[in-house]
């Protein structure tokens, strides 16, 4: 019921497209083989629409100014052809009404400022609301009063205005790896520390006498970090075993003003390559002992943060995650002993993705709050420090995606997570609050669809604007106390999009590999599909195991769509290993990351292709860049039988070229030869299909010499390809040029045809 408003046109395009069917599966269907004047239409096609569909404006992202008592905000809304208004809401009532006369107040701005204003786009470095009636508004760097009951505009004296950034973070939140910042005065201001010569001193503010505290130290293994206690009495300093971090290189080819390529280099450290290690110790001022803390050496991210018990200064706790992944320790630090104690100690067969690990202390009641995989689901923990007892905060087949902030006071959590809800896409993302004892879980976000929520200062109300892939976008006015909706802001319809021409992206789910797991994705078709002919498929793939990729909110513009209009069908789909689902479900990556979840994707293309006979899966391509980029590649090596032609762009083809962390994380440590044997390079003989390399000479993710040794391999191997290298560019697809030559690619090596040639002037 949502949805009236849009129902009727999708109806009467699914209508269509299932008559199309019906009519394609009496008949056999003919390959797409377009003529060279089909061809150069179709690209025109396909930049009109892409052009006509992004002058639609989509409001996705309600941006909310707020007043600071939260009774009311406002905010932009874009019209077509890129023009906007102004909208002002009174939080209380929800009434909507438009902030003022666009037309008056571009009249008034003018004569005023003497300098012309389009009041379809009203140029504003700054507006704020007094009231519904009165407004501060800034052009250029001038500010005036506004008078909105005659629209009277004066000089403004008072330029104080209240800023509150409602798309910040609930609540900001640190880096696990952050270190501690090196404070030399301690905390009680008697003494400051110095490090000299490998060796920590301190000098006694009171007598300016000195004294070493650390012998041990040297120039190749110095104490190089250190943190104070809290009431001064005690450091924590580490002695580290520093290890050289490697560098890699590239020549810039084509610097303006010069005749010689320039030489960049920088460090770069790959899997394999030693870690700086930091060994903590402590000392005590007062007594001048130092004793090694009884725990192994930080090898990971360096010195952590430290925390320490409330108004106990005796113990500490830290966080290490051993190297290799595969286990996630709190460890708590006795600094009288310098003796040790696991709070946490999660230990994995296959890896543990502490990156998405959420932990927040609660010194005042001796808890922290944690999440962990431990279950096979992500899920938040409440876990007593002194004793390590857990409790389960939230439970069930679902993922916890973040959290959002911690009210001490109310012992309450705010978060999102996603696959909550059956009969709905388990990417969702929802946002909830729940309290420590697991107990009045309230959804904020009760409509299907993927949402984004922004608070008002006060947290009492919220913008919730949600959507689908197919479904425009949806902005209401909510209760935080009780999800309670206030009134409707926005609500987008598709027949803008329609009237193009255009079809909306389709949903479609298909079973993994275990016959059990949904798959899901979304397929993107031409507008001017003829039902009596069939279409090669592309897939743009991007199977990196630090997420998922499968967009979920509006989409009626995207390359997806325009590489469609040349005459493809072009999906995009979340294989097993990628993140966001289950812990099993992720695992398939680990130390496998040629597998890219492939034959799940070919699976689903080929269930795909049963609903859609329209696709014809004996002609599939594939693009994708960096992660995306060996996928694709990986894609013609390891299954040929399917995949005839890929684009990589910038591709990770070796993960023992590419960045250490990233790689360690998925394919494990100590480096073996599973790396080797699933390594692009190492298997370019097998190539059998058609395949494009694009990189860029300055890449600084993913080092270029990556694609040059797989086009070394590919040339080893007597193997025909295409390489594109582009001067200055860095980690990319290759930019308006490549992308454009991956189009090019795909209509010669999938429709058997020739593109546009840029190189030949069209006369009139």
Same mark, same amino acid.
């Given at each position: 019921m949502m949805y009236s408003s849009v129902r009727k046109p999708l109806v009467s395009a699914l209508f269509s497209f299932a008559f199309f069917q019906s009519q394609a599966q009496q008949m056999p269907l003919q390959p797409y083989a377009p003529s060279p004047a089909e061809v150069a239409n179709s690209y025109q096609l396909s930049n009109k629409l892409d052009t006509a569909l992004r002058n639609i404006p989509t409001n996705n992202d309600i941006i909310p100014f707020w007043k600071k008592d939260g009774t009311a905000f406002w905010y932009r809304k874009n019209l077509p052809n890129r023009t906007w208004e102004y909208y002002y809401v009174e939080t209380a009532s929800g009434k909507r009404k438009l902030a003022f006369d666009s037309e008056k107040l571009a009249k008034s701005l003018e004569q005023t400022t003497g300098k012309k204003q389009n009041a379809a786009k009203l140029q504003f470095a700054d507006l704020y609301f007094a009231d519904a009636n009165a407004a501060k508004i800034k052009v250029d760097s001038k500010w005036y009063a506004v008078n909105l009951n005659n629209y009277n505009v004066t000089d403004l004296k008072d330029t104080t205005i209240y800023r509150y950034n409602a798309k910040r973070p609930l609540q900001q939140k640190r880096s696990r790896w952050q270190w501690n910042r090196v404070v030399r005065k301690s905390p009680d201001g008697k003494y400051e520390a110095v490090i000299r010569g490998g060796n920590i001193f301190i000098t006694d503010n009171t007598t300016n006498k000195e004294i070493q505290l650390s012998t041990d130290g040297t120039e190749t293994k110095p104490y190089g970090d250190y943190v104070w206690a809290p009431d001064g009495k005690n450091i924590i300093a580490y002695k580290t075993d520093p290890k050289e971090i490697k560098k890699v290189h590239y020549i810039l080819s084509s610097v303006p003003g010069t005749t010689r390529g320039e030489l960049k280099s920088r460090e770069y450290a790959q899997p394999g390559d030693g870690f700086t290690s930091y060994q903590p110790y402590i000392f005590n001022i007062a007594a001048k002992t130092a004793f090694k803390v009884d725990a192994d050496p930080i090898d990971f991210f360096g010195p952590p943060e430290l925390h320490w018990r409330n108004n106990d200064n005796r113990y500490y706790t830290y966080e290490k995650v051993d190297r290799g992944h595969q286990r996630f320790r709190v460890i708590e630090v006795d600094v009288q002993t310098g003796k040790t104690r696991n709070i946490i100690d999660e230990k994995t067969n296959t890896f543990i993705y502490e990156s998405r690990i959420y932990t927040r202390y609660l010194p005042k009641t001796n808890e922290m709050l944690w999440t962990s995989e431990q279950d096979g689901w992500q899920h938040l923990y409440l876990i007593n420090t002194l004793t390590g007892k857990q409790a389960k905060i939230t439970n069930g087949n679902w993922v916890v995606r973040d959290i959002d902030s911690v009210d001490v006071v109310k012992r309450q959590v705010w978060f999102r997570a996603s696959g909550m809800h059956e009969g709905e896409d388990p990417y969702f993302i929802h946002y909830y609050r729940i309290g420590f004892d697991g107990k009045g879980l309230v959804n904020l976000t009760p409509e299907k669809g993927n949402h984004s929520l922004s608070f008002s200062p006060d947290r009492k109300y919220y913008i919730d604007t949600y959507s689908q892939v197919n479904v425009p976008p949806v902005s209401e006015l909510r209760l935080t106390a009780n999800a309670g909706k206030v009134t409707e802001l926005e609500h987008g319809t598709v027949e803008a999009y329609l009237a193009t021409g255009v079809k909306l992206p389709e949903v479609f789910v298909a079973k993994a590999r275990d016959g059990i797991t949904d798959i899901w994705g979304v397929v993107c078709l031409p507008s001017k599909m003829d039902p009596s002919k069939s279409y090669p498929v592309i897939e743009n793939i991007y199977a990196g195991p630090q997420d998922s990729f499968v967009p979920k909110n509006f989409l009626p513009a995207s390359e997806m769509q325009s590489i469609a209009e040349l005459g493809f069908i072009v999906v995009q789909i979340d294989g097993m290993g990628t993140a966001n689902r289950s812990k099993a479900f992720h695992d398939v990556c680990w130390k496998n990351l040629a597998d890219a979840g492939l034959p799940d994707r070919i699976l689903w293309m080929k269930a795909m292709a049963v609903k859609y006979p329209n696709a014809n899966?004996? !002609?599939?391509?594939?693009?994708?860049? &960096?992660?995306? +980029?060996?996928?694709?590649?990986?894609?013609?090596? =390891?299954?040929?039988? @399917?995949?005839?032609?890929?684009?990589?762009?910038?591709?990770?083809?070796?993960?023992?070229?590419?960045?250490?962390?990233?790689?360690?994380?998925? $394919?494990?440590?100590?480096?073996?030869?599973?790396?080797?044997?699933?390594?692009?390079?190492?298997?370019?003989?097998?190539?059998?299909?058609?395949? =494009?390399?694009?990189?860029?000479?300055?890449?600084?993710?993913?080092?270029?010499? &990556?694609?040059? !040794? *797989?086009?070394?391999? *590919?040339?080893?191997?007597?193997?025909? @390809?295409?390489?594109? &290298?582009?001067? +200055? $560019? +860095?980690?990319?697809?290759?930019? %308006?040029?490549?992308?454009? !030559?991956? !189009?090019? @690619? @795909?209509?010669?090596?999938? *429709?058997?045809?020739?593109?546009?040639?840029?190189?030949?002037?069209? %006369?009139?």
């Open positions: 899966i004996s !002609r599939v391509g594939v693009y994708g860049t &960096s992660a995306g +980029g060996q996928n694709s590649t990986g894609a013609l090596l =390891f299954h040929p039988e @399917f995949y005839k032609a890929a684009v990589s762009a910038c591709g990770c083809h070796d993960n023992r070229i590419d960045k250490q962390w990233w790689n360690e994380q998925w $394919m494990g440590y100590p480096v073996g030869p599973h790396y080797g044997e699933q390594s692009n390079i190492t298997n370019a003989a097998k190539l059998q299909g058609n395949l =494009f390399l694009i990189v860029g000479e300055a890449d600084e993710n993913v080092p270029p010499e &990556s694609t040059y !040794r *797989l086009a070394d391999a *590919l040339i080893k191997a007597n193997k025909d @390809f295409d390489i594109l &290298s582009i001067p +200055g $560019m +860095g980690h990319s697809d290759g930019g %308006t040029y490549g992308r454009r !030559r991956k !189009r090019d @690619f @795909f209509v010669k090596h999938l *429709l058997n045809a020739e593109p546009p040639n840029p190189n030949i002037l069209v %006369t009139k």
